[in-house]
């Protein structure tokens, strides 16, 4: 079993800053890949950026440039840098660990962009 906690949202203006953060425990051996996705108010939950076992990272088009995915295998955590806001990133934030085909989701942070 994985359990996934993160942190690190709140309210921002357009154009700055924030790092959100997931700790992993439990059989964290076993994932095989680190992913954030969000969900804005009303849509569908959407894949963010993702982060292998071995360090290869990828992002949506919409974050490129903007959005970097981390991890810290020393303290287990997974790491969001996120820059360059807009109010199009508001939603709430969800880590997942990927392992065996299946997925184990965190509860998710807010992140609120404002104009």
């Known amino acids: 079993q994985v359990q996934l906690v993160e942190s690190g949202g709140g309210l921002v203006q357009a154009g700055g800053s924030l790092r959100l953060a997931c700790v992993v425990s439990?059989?964290?051996?076993?994932?095989?890949?680190m992913a954030w996705y969000r969900q804005a108010l009303g849509k569908q939950r959407e894949w963010v950026a993702s982060i292998t076992s071995g360090g290869s990272t990828n992002y949506v088009d919409s974050v490129k440039g903007r959005f970097t995915i981390s991890r810290d295998n020393a303290k287990n955590t997974v790491y969001l840098q996120m820059s360059s806001l807009n109010p199009e990133d508001t939603a709430v934030y969800y880590c997942a660990a990927w392992y065996g085909g299946s997925a184990t989701w965190g509860q998710g942070t807010q992140v609120t962009v404002s104009s």
């Open positions: 439990g059989s964290i051996f076993s994932i095989n890949t």
